[in-house]
């Protein structure tokens, strides 16, 4: 049964940075799109980041409010995918999640989340 666990997350305070990791298990992260979202109470989740395939270049693509201040990279050989989040706010508090869509077989994995909190 493949599984994503997200770690990482945390309380920062504003203008900080925290690492998040995804690790994958089976399955590996090198295939398909892997992304990071993010959810609040109350609202729907929204792509933060997202990384393709390594057979498709590794493309990434990332959300308007986080450009400039997030990183997502892979790390093959650890089967992670991580979002380095740096100059955080305090709207940027959210629950964390990762997701694996591989659309030629229909697969669509979803980590459990992990918080992040940013204090002013």
């Known amino acids: 049964q493949a599984r994503l666990v997200e770690s990482g997350g945390g309380l920062v305070q504003a203008g900080g940075s925290l690492n998040l990791t995804c690790a994958a298990y089976a399955t590996a992260l090198s295939i398909g799109t892997v992304g990071w979202y993010r959810q609040v109470p109350g609202n729907e989740r929204e792509l933060v980041a997202r990384i393709g395939g390594v057979s498709t270049g590794s493309t990434t693509n990332y959300a308007d409010f986080v450009k400039g201040r997030f990183t997502i990279s892979r790390n093959s050989a650890k089967n992670t995918v991580d979002l380095e989040m740096t100059a955080l706010k305090p709207e940027d508090t959210a629950v964390y999640y990762c997701?694996?869509?591989?659309?030629?077989?229909?697969?669509?994995?979803w980590g459990q989340g992990t918080q992040v909190t940013v204090s002013t």
């Open positions: 997701n694996q869509e591989i659309k030629w077989i229909g697969r669509n994995y």
